[in-house]
């Protein structure tokens, strides 16, 4: 049997979004992926000022993208047309707003195979998978709208997925608004969906079909969870009564960042 193709891309992939992981998603079908990042100084270094969030951060919300096999952090002196030869890649994946001759020229000289991804390639956000659970173990159900997705969300989804196989239901558009106000949500739920459930932690995304604060019922009847989990934040609107009644336990996780790296809230990124 062969081996998988190796498979390259590489970036500062600051401030994830949902393009970069269908980015990912479409680079990973090549091959076995590895993401070369950029560190700090180069994405200064490019844009003339110093990216969002550190490498650290960017690094831990990589390695927990379920398309990503490999993250290798390059040189700060490295040239980011080039790829260090370690690597022995067999195709170098880009996007149209990164491709440029360099790179072209030594992908040629290095007899990599290059695949430059079109705009039009990645405007759509197919349903994740649903991932098989496995019969002996819990179900855990989280909610919310995850609307600007972060470590913080990542962080959450990891230390909940230690209890069990992780259902993750994203609140619907109209109740995300009729919760949070105008200009909720940033981002369209079949959006939300999606960057979900492009975390390795997460077994199935549904979105929500009721109302309010408790508008994933439906959704919750359907996966009958042993466990409901909540961020301090998100303990409200009748959670723990609804689940006294149903019979799930009900648990309260504290707001902690991954290990090195700081807090975050979509509140404050958002900014409103």
Excluded at 3 to 32: H, I, N, T, W
Excluded at 61 to 80: I, K, M, P, Q, T
Excluded at 85 to 104: M, Y
Excluded at 145 to 174: N, P, Y
Aim: aromatic residues 10%.
């Amino acid at each position: 049997m062969s081996l998988p193709k190796q498979v390259v891309v590489s970036g500062g992939f600051d401030d994830l979004k949902s393009g970069d992981l269908r980015f990912l998603e479409e680079a990973a079908k090549l091959g076995e992926l590895t993401v070369l990042l950029w560190p700090d100084q180069t994405i200064q270094k490019l844009t003339g000022k110093p990216p969002k969030f550190p490498l650290a951060e960017r690094k831990y919300f990589l390695n927990a993208v379920r398309y990503v096999g490999h993250v290798a952090e390059a040189e700060a002196s490295a040239d980011f047309n080039s790829l260090p030869k370690i690597f022995h890649a067999h195709i170098w994946a880009d996007g149209e707003t990164t491709a440029n001759e360099a790179r072209q020229k030594f992908a040629a000289e290095n007899k990599i195979v290059r695949r430059v991804f079109s705009t039009n390639e990645l405007n759509s956000f197919p349903e994740p998978p649903t991932m098989l659970s496995a019969p002996d173990r819990k179900k855990v159900v989280v909610t919310g709208s995850f609307d600007w997705f972060h470590s913080g969300h990542v962080r959450f989804l990891e230390e909940v997925s230690t209890l069990g196989d992780l259902f993750v239901v994203v609140g619907h558009d109209a109740n995300i608004r009729l919760l949070k106000g105008q200009g909720h949500p940033l981002l369209p739920e079949a959006e939300r969906r999606y960057v979900v459930g492009s975390i390795k932690f997460v077994k199935q995304v549904l979105v929500s079909s009721g109302d309010g604060w408790l508008d994933a019922d439906p959704e919750i009847k359907k996966i009958q969870p042993d466990i409901y989990a909540v961020n301090e934040d998100g303990d409200k609107g009748g959670k723990r009564e609804y689940c006294e009644k149903l019979g799930i336990e009900y648990l309260v996780l504290k707001r902690t960042p991954a290990p090195g790296l700081p807090a975050r809230s979509s509140t404050n990124l958002r900014g409103f």
